[in-house]
């Protein structure tokens, strides 16, 4: 607790003004030189307690990922995102076109979710959960690490000459990507059509699925293009999260920090040097090793404060607090923190746009689950045959013919019946027995009898119910037509 509160004694205590940003703060592009030449990084790998927590969540994120294809629920896949076929499965539920205003808001939430976390906790989502982080520093980078060595060791093999035994490396590099990549190609396939349909795709001619061969090899080597080549880049320059992050965050938003106010001004470390005798030299704990830098992926010096390219990986959180263990200083100096943290001293808290994200969040998510939890697993509409009017039997009972539409939102054929609810009459399906496939939408006609005593005047309301296997799906409401009295 001494060295704590020594170290946060420049901040409560009279200390000298701020001294003035190093002459490159922000002066240039990490991954662009002058002339807009592509700045290639060698990231040093990164070790420490943020690091081995980020690893066992990207592995079970990993196994999440390879295995979701495998996973069925009810019989239906854990995720399937099918555009071909308008099908779509999150968590076993089959949604189809007709549920799309379902799946709209199942996507509104999970992008207010992400509008919340940011606010409160910044670009979380990039440093922990997101595949192309996921991928490239749990995955390719380390693999990388193992065959070339690790950053500056990495930089001197990219050197000239090249030798035979660099050659030999390149090329088993470059096979294991591309065969990484393939895998990876192949997992998303199979969300999008489904892992039957991706065995298919494996075991037949490959002539016969032309558009899917196409597809495959496409994801391949958009895959490989990111991984070995594009890297950062697709942080920094595509993905429009880092963009539009500045409009969620705030002063109390939690970021990962570089304390200034203990860290400033930056100074060497001298042997047996005291916190004492640095802080009465103006000096801060900052001794500008600059290994946070060394070690970032997207190549940003983070005492140059929050960055669009920083995607709170922290790398550069372990590095600094290696650091000051070594020279005994308390760690922290780069934390999560947010401005009115370190400006302050105050905790993270709920501001009123927190709160006003959340009632939105709440809020969609009732509806949402309302609308989930209320849906028919079969959708009936029943309209009268336009231009038709009543007819007149034999039996002087009234007869009306309708359209039926049924819509089967589940994966497997159901049969459907039909029962006239609280009159007397006669129901009949035009044709077979209705068995509606997976998926699919069937019309038919439907012809109702009913008998004088069951009509209440030239418009007499009527309802039907509509059954399968014995269960209740929906009832649907109509008029039927008779003659005027």
């Not at 295995?67 to 076929?85: T, Y």
């Not at 640095?278 to 290994?291: E, L, V």
């Amino acid at each position: 607790m001494s060295a704590l509160r020594s170290a946060a004694s420049p901040a409560t205590t009279s200390s000298p003004p701020p001294a003035s940003p190093p002459p490159d703060f922000r002066e240039h592009l990490a991954t662009a030189d002058d002339r807009g030449n592509r700045r290639w990084l060698y990231p040093q790998r990164p070790s420490g307690r943020f690091h081995t927590l980020r690893q066992w969540f990207s592995w079970f994120l990993l196994f999440l990922m390879f295995a979701g294809p495998f996973v069925k629920i009810n019989g239906n896949p854990l995720l399937l995102f099918n555009l071909l076929e308008r099908k779509f499965s999150i968590l076993g539920q089959i949604f189809w076109p007709q549920d799309f205003f379902l799946f709209a808001l199942a996507m509104l939430l999970f992008l207010m979710g992400i509008m919340i976390f940011t606010a409160a906790y910044g670009r979380l989502w990039c440093g922990w959960a997101c595949p192309q982080t996921v991928m490239m520093e749990m995955v390719f980078r380390p693999i990388e690490w193992l065959l070339e060595g690790d950053g500056s060791r990495q930089r001197q093999f990219n050197q000239p000459p090249w030798t035979a035994a660099k050659i030999r490396r390149k090329i088993l590099k470059h096979a294991i990507f591309f065969g990484l990549s393939f895998l990876v190609g192949n997992t998303l396939l199979a969300y999008l059509i489904g892992i039957e349909s991706l065995w298919q795709l494996v075991t037949d001619d490959p002539r016969l699925h032309l558009s899917s061969l196409g597809a495959m090899i496409g994801f391949t080597l958009i895959f490989y293009g990111i991984f070995s080549r594009f890297r950062e880049q697709a942080c920094t320059f595509i993905c429009p999260y880092g963009r539009f992050q500045s409009a969620l965050l705030g002063e109390n938003t939690m970021v990962v920090a570089y304390d200034h106010k203990r860290g400033e001004s930056r100074g060497p470390w001298h042997r047996n040097e005291s916190a004492e005798a640095r802080r009465t030299s103006g000096t801060g704990d900052c001794i500008d090793c600059r290994q946070c830098v060394v070690v970032c992926p997207t190549g940003i010096d983070i005492r140059n404060g929050i960055q669009m390219e920083c995607v709170n990986c922290t790398a550069c959180i372990d590095a600094c607090d290696r650091v000051m263990d070594k020279i005994g200083q308390p760690r922290g100096l780069v934390r999560y923190a947010s401005l009115n943290g370190i400006e302050r001293g105050e905790p993270l808290r709920l501001t009123a746009r927190m709160k006003g994200y959340a009632g939105i969040l709440v809020l969609l998510s009732v509806i949402f689950f309302t609308l989930l939890f209320t849906r028919s697993d079969v959708e009936t509409v029943l309209l009268r045959a336009p231009g038709s009017l009543y007819q007149m039997t034999e039996a002087g009972n009234v007869n009306n013919i309708y359209l039926m539409k049924v819509i089967n939102k589940t994966s497997k054929p159901e049969p459907v019946e039909l029962h006239l609810v609280g009159r007397e009459g006669v129901l009949k399906v035009m044709g077979p027995p209705l068995v509606i496939p997976p998926g699919q939408l069937v019309q038919t006609s439907v012809l109702v009898e009913l008998p004088p005593s069951s009509l209440t005047g030239h418009e007499t309301p009527l309802k039907i119910d509509v059954t399968s296997r014995g269960k209740h799906l929906a009832t649907v409401s109509t008029e039927f037509l008779g003659p005027r009295p």
